[in-house]
């Protein structure tokens, strides 16, 4: 098993940035357990031909951009089962953008879900996550919005978040 | 026995299906693609298949389209999964006579089994 910490910062996109297509992307598929809790914290995630089992939570209470994950690589005979139980899901596309430095981990999610697009960054130390600026092609800073989060997204539609996205003036991308 | 086929190159959606029937007393049979699907269909037999659109080989409603053709494949009950919007649905998918479309992001195991069982008249 490994164990992270995340610092991340998480934001609506504002426009789909340029070039995104022709960088490096994958399509995950999440499932989140258990399926009744409104924000579920235990994922199992196929990444291509990787499975693994993941628990996720704050490491910080009250910044819910400091995450721990708890990771389990499963076999994909593993997966099928745990997938097989009552979850939610949700499928995306994940980009990975250059951007100074950094790489952006653009989620184009599918589906029920499509038309939202959430970018988020990850830093090696508080500093830099600190001094960090939104790019232009970011919309809102949605890092402490429990809406935007996997195992709360999971099973929803687009069409169920527009309240809370509309907050933020935000449109769907397509 | 209910004989079910799956007709799926995700293998993990494949194998999460399988076990999901398999739980529910089905015989499930699984294809990588519509060639071996075609293959499978014919010597198993089974009351629905659960075809996916997008595969290696054979497209899904390619296979369709072939399978509508025989004899022994003209009157199976069939289920296309798919993660394309309704709109990109091949138009020949929806006059061979399918029993509906499922996108799969949206629907879980149980929901898809529950449809199955419906659509069976086994409810």
């Not at chain 1, 697009?117 to 949605?142: G, H, R, T, Y």
């Not at chain 2, 409603?61 to 709109?87: A, C, F, H």
Request: hydrophobic residues 40%; aromatic residues 8%; proline residues 4%.
């Amino acid at each position: 098993m490994s164990e992270i910490i995340e610092l991340e910062l998480s934001y609506l996109a504002a426009a789909i940035p340029e070039g995104l297509e022709k960088c490096e992307h994958k399509t995950l598929s999440d499932v989140y357990f258990p399926a009744s809790a409104a924000h579920a914290k235990l994922r199992i995630r196929q990444k291509g031909d990787t499975f693994e089992l993941t628990k996720k939570t704050q490491a910080d209470p009250n910044n819910a951009g400091n995450q721990r994950e708890e990771n389990i690589q499963l076999t994909l005979e593993e997966y099928g089962a745990l997938a097989a139980g009552e979850g939610r899901s949700l499928t995306k596309t994940r980009y990975y953008l250059p951007y100074r430095g950094l790489t952006a981990e653009v989620d184009v999610f599918e589906g029920a879900l499509a038309g939202l697009i959430i970018i988020e960054f990850e830093f090696d130390s508080p500093e830099v996550k600190n001094a960090f600026v939104m790019p232009d092609f970011c919309l809102a800073d949605v890092t402490q919005e429990e809406f935007i989060a996997g195992g709360v997204l999971a099973g929803k539609s687009y069409a169920d978040l527009q309240p809370q996205l509309e907050q933020f003036r935000y449109r769907p991308l397509t | 026995m209910t004989k079910i086929a799956i007709i799926e190159d995700d293998q993990a959606i494949s194998q999460m299906y399988r076990f999901k029937f398999e739980a529910e007393n089905y015989q499930v049979e699984t294809a990588e693609n519509g060639k071996l699907g075609l293959q499978l269909v014919e010597s198993f037999k089974p009351d629905i298949i659960l075809l996916d659109l997008m595969m290696p080989e054979m497209s899904g409603d390619q296979m369709l389209t072939e399978m509508r053709k025989t004899s022994w494949g003209k009157n199976i009950k069939v289920v296309i999964l798919t993660n394309r919007g309704e709109q990109e649905i091949p138009p020949a998918v929806k006059t061979l006579g399918v029993e509906a479309v499922i996108l799969k992001a949206d629907m879980t195991p149980r929901q898809v089994a529950e449809l199955v069982k419906t659509k069976l008249g086994i409810n």
